[in-house]
Structure formats: C-alpha cells, structure tokens
C-alpha cells in the first residue's frame, strides 16, 4: 500500500488530510515536526511527504535539506502544504527540492491530483 507522511504540527490539518488521503486508499503516517517526521522516515516505508512550512524544533524547509541530504529518502517526492501565501517561501521550497506548493485550505482535489502526479514517477516501496 502507498504510504503517505503528513508533517504538520496543526491536528485539525493532519486530520482533513488524513481522512482525504484514506478516502482515495492511501495509508498515512503523520508526525509534528521535521524532527519526529525525520525519525518516522527511519521506522516506515514513506512513499511521498506532505510538510507544512511553519513547526517547531524543525520547520519544513530544514526538513527537506535533510530528506534530500539522506541518500535513502533523497528521491522521495515533497509537497508542501502550508498557509503561508509568500513567493519568497514558494521560492525558498523549490530551491531545497520541494516538488509541489500547496496552501492552506487546501482543495483535496488539488491534493489528491498532486500526489497522484507524483507518485506516477515513483515506485512504490513494499511494505516488508
């Protein structure tokens, strides 16, 4: 089954997202910062990240440079899902690798259609 990692440090978000992610039959691991998302990264197979910009102890763009700097999440597909509406964020995103920019609320259309985009390109890792 595709796993999906939410990073966000807002319940109500992790919960809209994880109900549209479920509904459309993917399993969702969730964690509130870049912290404990990079620790879950070490415990379950991860096929695509959702990550807000804004957290404690380790915002998401600092979560990305490290995602990107492991050579065994490296590839993982990056969407970010933020409320921020600031180019400079969307910029700074796409200058650490990030693969998609989303704000908050976000459409679960939208959603849906991006992790489906990404994930076309992508193996999906097995679960064992």
């Known amino acids: 089954m ?7 440090d807002y319940i109500p978000s992790h919960r809209l997202m994880s109900f549209v992610l479920e509904q459309h039959g993917y399993a969702v691991v969730t964690a509130l910062d870049g912290e404990q998302a990079l620790q879950r990264l070490d415990l379950f197979p991860v096929d695509l990240v959702l990550t807000d910009l ?8 600092e979560l990305v440079r490290a995602i990107r700097a492991n050579a065994r ?6 969407i970010v899902v ?10 700074k995103a796409a ?17 849906i259609s991006e992790v489906q985009r ?11």
């Open 2 to 8: 595709t796993t999906i990692m939410i990073v966000d």
């Open 54 to 61: 804004t957290m404690p102890r380790m915002d998401g763009i």
């Open 73 to 78: 999440h490296a590839g993982l597909p990056v």
């Open 82 to 91: 933020t409320g921020s509406v600031k180019e400079q964020d969307e910029v």
């Open 95 to 111: 200058g650490v690798g990030v693969n998609a920019f989303l704000t908050k609320p976000v459409d679960s259309d939208d959603l």
């Open 118 to 128: 990404l994930l076309r390109h992508v193996p999906a890792r097995s679960s064992a």
